[in-house]
């Protein structure tokens, strides 16, 4: 389900042997759509600069794992 495919994804990401689900992606990609909107509505509620600091890195950082995941479903 949704929670075994996100917690595979940052489990595996950087691992490259096998291939990933097209299911575990897309639960990601929903999961990070999910957590960047919390994040952003927190971020901009609160209007402290933490919280932007914290959504930035918090979405490079997923984007990384979605680069490195995009290059295993290949």
């Known amino acids: 389900g949704f929670s075994e495919a996100v917690a595979s994804v940052f489990k595996n990401y950087a691992n490259f042997k096998g291939r990933a689900r097209r299911s575990e992606y897309w639960f990601f990609v929903l999961f ?14 609160s209007e402290s600069s933490f919280f932007t600091i ?3 890195t918090t979405n490079v950082l997923v984007m990384l794992i979605l680069m490195a995941f995009q290059i295993d479903l290949l």
């Open 32 to 45: 990070n759509m999910i957590a960047s909107g919390l994040l952003t509505a927190v971020a901009t509620l």
């Open 54 to 56: 914290i959504t930035v």
